[in-house]
C-alpha cells in the first residue's frame, strides 16, 4: 500500500475511535490532511468547531490564516499535512487533558512514521509540549522557544523541529501575527540540508 492508502487507512480507524471521552461530543474525527509531499508536517492543538464539523483542520478563520502563512513559506496547502495533537474537539473547545492526549499521541506516531515528514512544525504551547517531550527534552514555555529548531528523533523519524505560534492567537493580535508571518518565512531555509536546526545537545 502507498503512504497515501496507508494515511487513509489510518483516518479510518480515528474515525471510529473511541479510546477517550472525547468521541462522546464530537460529530466529526479530524484525522487530518494533505499529501505531505513537500516533506513538511504542521501539528495544531485539536479541532475547533468548524473542523468538527468539516471533518478537516484548519478550516476556520484560524485556517484561512494559516494558509495564507503556508504560502507566504513558499509552499501549497495540499502538499503539506496538516494535523492536531488530538483529532477529536474538546467540548467549549476547553485545552485538551493529559490523558486525552496521551490516548490520541499513537496515531500522531503513526502518521510521522507513515509521512517522515523532514520538517515538523508545531503551532502553539501544545503541539511544541507533546514533541519536546515525544523528543525525550523538557519543552520551557513559547517565549524561550518560539521560532527556534532542532533536530531530534520523534517516533523513530529524524526531524527537524521548529517551533512557533498558533495562528488561532494571532488573530486578534498584530504583533503575533508578525512574528507568526517572521516565522513562516524561515520555512524554506530549515528544509534546506544546509541549514537545519541545531541538535538536541545544542539546545539543552
Ligand atoms: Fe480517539 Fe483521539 Fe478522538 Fe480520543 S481524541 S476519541 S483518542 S481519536
Do not use: W
Not at 2 to 17: F, K, Q, T, V
Not at 20 to 41: Q, T
Amino acid at each position: 500500500m502507498d503512504r497515501l492508502g496507508e494515511l487513509e487507512e489510518l483516518a479510518n480507524e480515528i474515525r471510529s475511535c473511541t479510546l477517550c471521552r472525547l468521541h462522546e461530543n464530537r460529530i466529526n474525527a479530524v484525522p487530518g490532511e494533505g499529501s505531505g509531499s513537500s516533506g513538511v508536517m504542521f501539528i495544531g492543538e485539536a479541532p475547533g468547531r468548524s473542523e468538527d464539523e468539516m471533518g478537516r483542520p484548519f478550516v476556520g478563520r484560524a485556517g484561512q490564516l494559516l494558509t495564507e502563512l503556508i504560502s507566504l513559506a513558499g509552499l501549497r496547502r495540499e502538499d503539506v499535512y496538516i494535523t492536531n495533537v488530538v483529532k477529536c474537539r474538546p467540548p467549549g473547545n476547553r485545552d485538551p487533558l493529559e490523558d486525552e492526549i496521551r490516548a490520541c499521541l499513537p496515531y500522531l506516531r503513526r502518521q510521522i512514521q507513515i509521512l517522515r515528514p523532514r520538517l515538523i512544525v508545531t503551532l502553539g504551547r501544545h503541539a511544541a509540549k507533546t514533541i519536546a517531550m515525544e523528543a525525550g527534552r523538557s519543552f520551557r514555555g513559547m517565549t524561550r522557544e518560539r521560532g527556534r529548531s532542532y533536530i531530534a528523533v520523534v517516533a523513530g523519524v529524524e526531524v527537524t523541529i521548529f517551533m512557533t505560534y498558533h495562528p488561532a492567537a494571532a488573530l486578534y493580535n498584530p504583533g503575533l501575527l508578525e512574528r507568526l508571518r517572521e516565522d513562516f518565512m524561515k520555512i524554506p531555509s530549515l528544509l534546506s540540508p544546509a541549514k537545519r536546526g541545531a541538535t538536541l545537545d545544542d539546545f539543552l
